[in-house]
């Protein structure tokens, strides 16, 4: 494989990152490559530096040193340091979801103009689910209740975490009670694995596993909250044409590209864009184009269907276009390299958020008080780099790809509904029971700089869909499969089999759409794993058993964020075949490699898959999916 091909697998990546180099415009691809050798201590999670003593770092061959300073093993270290990642992750799952609360809890106390409920029946939906009573009530009334029952479930109370324990099948709430898995609090979990793995607490491997799992679980609760919030805030998606890559920045347009999770930002700056559309005509744009990258991207791509430009590992390259008139970022995968691209190409980086100030960017506070404004002020920017921008050369490549997404959980049951109206899931489930649906694999997670940007998860997407898996994603797993065409129903033929074009063209038609739906299901940004999780859990009650049943599997097939590694152990909690596309940093313990390839399985169903080749990850996710159909008798 030659450089380019190594770094992106994206044709208008690679035409960027070419333009980079002539311009000596240095790009996480360059970095990546003077990081290398990387560690090998590292690499297998086997250097500590939790104490002052440190750091520490065991011999992974077996000889001295077996132990740091304080005794702790490869085992110990291991499986602490995966704990903080899952603590992390979660951390940053539910700060997302805590910050909408607080956003929700603002707009029904009348404190904030620029918010509303966008979707009641969703808000009645939840409400009931967490035990709300919203009989004849005002929906302003029931919506305080509710942020207030999210801020709860932050810290120990009298109930478990509400967002856990009514999101998943009541057999699996059980399971995870019986085995002491049912988070307490959010932040009582993320706080308890900072406790545990401080210097000279908990040193037992499985303890420390356990530990972690339910501190999983909490993030699925934070991410299930995330979504349930933004929905109520900002509506449910529902199908919605549009495009992605770079092609969808615009030379003669202010372009603004939104980068980060939150849609809190990202959805204000939506409206505020259509309605600052004649002040960038004033000055010689025809008009405001808004461009997302990373989960905010799809937050607004799914919910008005605004363009995505590009993902993750490659967001440096959008500035290199010379045509971004301004990024503006919340928080989450934000690199801060980006600041120093913006720089050399003469655009601003914008921060919005008091948690991520980048040196070198402009930061604006962005308030929910004042949401609007701050929107305005970010677009006036925009206008104002554009201005500068005109007679310079930009290099937009012309690459873009058709996309159809929006399918939230409501959406999928509502299309399957026009097949049985009665019986929205027995469509869906009959299809699985024929062998028409072999099964289902979710993709989600990161790009990493390890991996040829997007190489894995197309690899294992293309050979899912010709065995006739059902193939959703989320977050940048979206974003790549959304640049390489696997979101356009034009592309069914090419890429699906037989059966599974049946079951697309099926459910395309009966909802009027004159076609199949797109290979690949967007079902949203990293936080909506709640919503291939909430379709799981309908089947699954649907057929009178528990998730770890389903024939459904998951890959973060190029996970670079401890959010990666939370929502793949609360996928595995849940009971699911889960593959990582790259290394793990476990290697060094073979015994929590063990467990959390095999032995956890034994627990809770789900198990770790951990193959940096596409192609055998491909194989043992259909071996995987067979398995569980066996197991259903079907
Ligand atoms: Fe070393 Fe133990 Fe301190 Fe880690 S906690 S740095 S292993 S002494
Ligand atoms: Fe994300």
Aim: charged share 20%.
């Amino acid at each position: 494989m030659d450089r380019l091909n190594q770094r992106s697998t994206d044709p208008a990546v690679q035409e960027m990152i070419q333009k980079a180099e002539k311009d000596g415009i240095e790009t996480v691809w360059d970095r990546f490559e003077s990081q290398e050798p990387q560690c090998g201590f590292g690499n297998l999670g086997l250097c500590c530096r939790h104490c002052l003593q440190g750091p520490c770092r065991i011999n992974p061959f077996g000889e001295e040193p077996k132990a740091g300073i304080c005794g702790a093993t490869a085992d110990t270290m291991v499986a602490r340091g995966l704990d903080r990642a899952i603590a992390a992750g979660t951390a940053a799952h539910s700060g997302h979801a805590k910050h909408l609360a607080h956003t929700l809890k603002k707009m029904a106390k009348g404190e904030v103009k620029d918010y509303r409920i966008k979707d009641e029946g969703k808000l009645l939906g939840v409400a009931q689910r967490m035990g709300i009573e919203t009989k004849e009530r005002p929906a302003q009334e029931i919506a305080l209740d509710l942020a207030e029952a999210a801020l709860a479930d932050f810290h120990e109370k009298d109930t478990p975490v509400m967002w856990a324990a009514t999101t998943v099948t009541e057999k699996r709430v059980q399971v995870l009670k019986d085995l002491d898995l049912v988070p307490k609090g959010i932040d009582h979990e993320i706080s308890e694995i900072m406790h545990r793995t401080l210097y000279g607490v908990d040193a037992d491997p499985l303890n420390l596993l356990m530990g972690g799992i339910r501190c999983a679980v909490a993030d699925l609760a934070g991410s299930y909250m995330g979504t349930d919030l933004s929905d109520i805030l900002f509506g449910t998606p529902t199908p919605v044409v549009t495009e992605a890559n770079l092609g969808t920045i615009k030379e003669d347009q202010v372009n603004i590209a939104v980068h980060g999770h939150n849609p809190v930002l990202s959805d204000i700056l939506v409206t505020v864009a259509r309605e600052m559309a004649d002040e960038a005509g004033a000055a010689g744009a025809k008009g405001v184009n808004l461009v997302g990258i990373c989960c905010t991207g799809n937050e607004i791509m799914m919910r008005h269907g605004i363009p995505s430009c590009t993902h993750s590992v490659s967001s440096e390259m959008a500035l290199i276009t010379g045509a971004v008139d301004a990024m503006v970022v919340d928080y989450q995968c934000i690199m801060p390299s980006l600041a120093t691209v913006a720089e050399c190409m003469g655009t601003t980086l914008i921060t919005t958020m008091d948690i991520c100030k980048i040196p070198g960017a402009t930061h604006l506070e962005f308030k929910e008080e004042t949401a609007a404004e701050n929107a305005r002020e970010v677009i006036r920017i925009g206008i104002k780099n554009f201005q500068r921008r005109q007679g310079k050369k930009t290099s937009i490549p012309t690459k873009k790809e058709t996309v159809a997404a929006g399918f939230s959980t409501e959406a999928i049951i509502g299309a399957l509904a026009k097949l049985d109206g009665e019986n929205p899931l027995k469509p869906l489930v009959d299809n699985i029971v024929s062998g028409n649906i072999r099964g289902v694999c979710l993709f989600a997670g990161c790009n990493n700089a390890k991996v040829p940007q997007d190489h894995n998860f197309i690899t294992i997407a293309k050979r899912m869909l010709r065995e006739n898996v059902l193939v959703l994603a989320t977050g940048c797993g979206a974003g790549a499969l959304m640049r390489h065409g696997f979101m356009d129903p034009a592309n069914v033929d090419q890429l699906c089999g037989d059966k599974i074009k049946g079951v697309l063209t099926a459910i395309g038609e009966a909802n009027g759409l004159g076609g199949p739906l797109p290979p690949v299901l967007h079902m949203g940004s990293c936080v909506d794993n709640s919503r291939p999780v909430a379709v799981a859990v309908a089947v699954a009650n649907y057929l009178g058993v528990d998730t770890d049943k389903l024939p459904v599997v998951a890959s973060a097939a190029e996970a670079v964020s401890e959010k990666a590694v939370s929502i793949g152990c609360y996928a595995v909690a849940a009971g699911l075949p889960t593959h990582v596309g790259v290394m793990l940093p476990v290697l060094g313990s073979p015994l929590v490699t063990k467990v959390l390839t095999e032995k956890i399985g034994d627990l809770t169903g789900g198990y770790f898959i951990v193959d940096l080749d596409p192609e055998s990850a491909a194989e043992k996710l259909l071996a995987a999916i067979d398995e569980r159909r066996i197991g259903l008798g079907i």
